[in-house]
């Protein structure tokens, strides 16, 4: 049985803070940029003892890095 592959993010907790409690729109929390969730984040992460760290968030842009044909309607 092949396991499911580590998650780099936590969608589910992070989707449930932006639409049910900053209630934002889909469209919205989908074209955010990872300063913009980090910013988000940081208060809730505090919160519960974690936090985003910079070396984290450059793992992140390293990975995933912006694709210059994206326009997120700006």
Same mark, same amino acid.
């Given at each position: 049985?092949? !396991? /499911? ?14 639409? *049910?409690? @900053? ?14 969730? !980090? /910013? ?14 910079? *070396?984290? @968030? ?17």
């Amino acid at each position: 049985m092949l !396991e /499911a592959p580590p998650q780099l993010l936590p969608w589910k907790e992070l989707m449930t803070l932006g639409f *049910a409690v @900053l209630r934002l729109a889909p469209s919205d929390f989908w074209s955010m940029t990872p300063r913009e969730i !980090e /910013a988000v984040v940081r208060p809730y992460a505090a919160a519960a003892g974690t936090s985003f760290t910079r *070396a984290g @968030l450059n793992q992140l842009l390293a990975r995933f890095p912006d694709r210059k044909d994206t326009n997120h309607g700006r």
